[in-house]
C-alpha cells in the first residue's frame, strides 16, 4: 500500500526552540518534496529532493532524504512565528506521470 | 513564475447541479492534476491528465468527470454535485519527469465548494 507518514500532526513550539517534522514514505522513491500551506491558501513548493543524502536549506527550515530508511525530515531552527503554517510532504510514485502521494500534514503554531 | 489559475475561489451550488471548475496554466505543463482537500485527509489525488484527450483516474473518481481539451486547461465536472462533495478543490501542474528536470507540482490557489 502507497503511504506517506508524517509526525507529528500537530506542533506548538515556542520562538527561538528547534524541532523536525519527520515524513516516512512507503515505496523506493528517490524524490521527495516539501510544501508549506498557510490557512485559506495554496499549496507553496519549498524543497525538492533528488537523491539519496540529499540537503536542502532555505532560512530557518531544512530538509534531507534518507533513501534507505524511506525517512525525510525537515528540521526548524529557532522557530519564529512567520514560520506558523501546515506544511506537507509529498513522494513521487507516478514515474513518468509523476505522480505523488501526501502526508496528512503537520501543522505548526509557533508561539512567542 | 509558474502561474496556475483557477477560475473561482469560492462557489455555492445546490444539490444536482452539474459544475464545472476550471483550471488554466501558463507553463506549457504536460501534467494537470485535479485534487480535493479535507480536514484530517490531506490532500487526494481525483483525476490527472499527462497529455491533451488523455486523462487517468486517481484514487477518488466517483461523481467526477474531467476534460482535458487544450494543454492550458483541465476542467473538473461534477455531473451530479453533492453534499459530500463540499470540499477545497485544487489544481496543479508540472513537466514530466526528465522533460522539465524534477521540479515541483504548482498549485492554483483552490476553490472552496459549497454543496448546499
Known amino acids: 500500500e502507497l503511504k506517506v507518514e508524517q509526525n507529528p500532526l500537530f506542533l506548538s513550539m515556542q520562538e527561538g526552540k528547534n524541532y523536525t517534522i519527520y515524513c516516512n514514505y512507503s515505496t523506493t522513491s528517490d524524490r521527495l518534496y516539501w510544501y508549506r500551506q498557510d490557512p485559506g491558501k495554496s499549496l507553496e513548493s519549498l524543497f525538492v529532493?533528488?537523491?539519496?543524502?540529499a540537503v536542502k536549506q532555505e532560512g530557518r527550515l531544512m530538509a534531507s532524504l534518507d533513501t534507505k530508511a524511506r525517512l525525510s525530515t525537515l528540521h526548524i531552527t529557532a522557530a519564529v512565528h512567520d514560520l506558523s503554517a501546515t506544511y506537507f510532504c509529498a513522494e513521487n510514485y507516478g514515474g513518468s506521470q509523476g505522480n505523488l502521494i501526501f502526508g496528512k500534514g503537520t501543522k505548526l503554531s509557533v508561539k512567542p | 513564475d509558474v502561474k496556475v489559475t483557477q477560475s473561482s475561489r469560492y462557489l455555492v451550488k445546490r444539490t444536482g447541479e452539474k459544475v464545472f471548475l476550471e483550471c488554466v496554466q501558463d507553463m506549457d505543463h504536460e501534467n494537470m492534476f485535479w485534487y480535493r482537500q479535507d480536514p484530517g485527509l490531506g490532500l487526494r489525488l481525483i483525476y490527472f491528465?499527462?497529455?491533451?484527450?488523455?486523462?487517468e483516474k486517481g484514487d477518488i473518481p466517483e461523481g467526477y468527470s474531467v476534460s482535458r481539451e487544450k494543454k492550458e486547461r483541465f476542467s473538473l465536472i461534477l455531473e451530479s454535485a453533492s453534499t459530500n462533495q463540499t470540499s477545497m478543490y485544487l489544481c496543479?501542474?508540472?513537466?514530466?519527469?526528465?522533460?522539465?528536470?524534477?521540479?515541483?507540482?504548482?498549485f492554483g490557489d483552490g476553490t472552496r465548494l459549497s454543496i448546499l
Open positions: 491528465s499527462y497529455d491533451v484527450k488523455m486523462k
Open positions: 496543479a501542474s508540472s513537466f514530466q519527469p526528465g522533460q522539465g528536470g524534477n521540479q515541483p507540482q504548482h
Open positions: 529532493l533528488l537523491s539519496n543524502g
